[in-house]
């Protein structure tokens, strides 16, 4: 049985943002790795790293992980940084780089697990984050909710790797239909 569905209707709740807004989004990201300088990694999350935003998602996720400084709570006693730096700290820092750039008109609010960075075109959040291990490329890394006053493990990486996993395992079906969940 065929579906009722028009093609143009399936490609519409498919599709993925334009070429324009990437490019705006890797310019904001780039920016803010430029803004917080060699004290941070910076990289995409969520949904464009992924591969699922849709043309009407104008959040961006992106993730600053603070060089050199561990987790007291998650990292293994030899890298627990010391003296322990406190998560207002940490967020107070990339906040006050983020207020003192000229490049952008923003505005820069604290959120619960991130910096809120809302543009013109564009609203970021940029999740502040501290190493577990001893290198920064690899997973898990320690965010922290001020809500709940609890820092913990995140694997965002590791759930990118998922879901390009279970994109290829599905002929690359699987993030067009997550794309068409987003778009109900």
Same mark, same amino acid.
């Given at each position: 049985?065929?579906?009722?569905?028009?093609?143009?209707?399936?490609?519409?709740? *498919?599709?993925?943002?334009?070429?324009?807004?990437?490019?705006?989004?890797?310019?904001?990201?780039?920016?803010?790795?430029?803004?917080?300088?060699?004290?941070?990694?910076?990289? /995409?999350?969520?949904?464009?790293?992924?591969?699922?935003?849709?043309?009407?998602? &104008?959040?961006?996720?992106?993730?600053?992980?603070?060089?050199?400084?561990?987790?007291?709570?998650?990292?293994?006693?030899?890298?627990?940084?010391?003296?322990?730096? /406190?998560?207002?700290?940490?967020?107070?820092?990339?906040?006050?780089?983020?207020?003192?750039?000229?490049?952008?008109?923003?505005?820069?609010?604290?959120?619960?697990?991130?910096? =809120?960075?809302?543009?013109? *075109?564009?609203?970021?959040?940029?999740?502040?984050?501290?190493?577990?291990?001893? &290198?920064?490329?690899?997973?898990?890394?320690?965010?922290?909710?001020?809500?709940?006053?609890?820092? =913990?493990? &995140?694997?965002?990486?590791?759930?990118?790797?998922?879901? =390009?996993?279970?994109?290829?395992?599905?002929?690359?079906?699987?993030?067009?239909?997550?794309?068409?969940?987003?778009?109900?």
């Amino acid at each position: 049985m065929t579906h009722k569905i028009p093609s143009s209707h399936i490609e519409k709740l *498919t599709s993925v943002p334009p070429a324009t807004k990437i490019t705006q989004v890797s310019n904001l990201q780039n920016h803010i790795q430029e803004i917080l300088g060699d004290t941070h990694h910076t990289f /995409l999350q969520g949904s464009y790293k992924n591969d699922t935003s849709i043309s009407e998602i &104008n959040d961006v996720d992106i993730v600053a992980i603070r060089l050199r400084t561990f987790s007291g709570t998650h990292s293994p006693a030899h890298l627990r940084t010391t003296p322990n730096i /406190l998560w207002d700290t940490i967020f107070s820092e990339i906040e006050q780089k983020l207020k003192d750039q000229k490049k952008y008109i923003w505005t820069v609010t604290r959120g619960d697990k991130c910096i =809120k960075v809302e543009t013109n *075109t564009l609203s970021a959040d940029v999740v502040p984050a501290v190493q577990v291990l001893e &290198n920064h490329l690899v997973d898990p890394i320690a965010i922290f909710s001020f809500k709940k006053g609890l820092e =913990k493990v &995140n694997y965002p990486r590791v759930h990118w790797d998922n879901g =390009k996993n279970k994109n290829q395992a599905t002929g690359g079906h699987y993030k067009p239909i997550v794309r068409i969940f987003k778009n109900w």
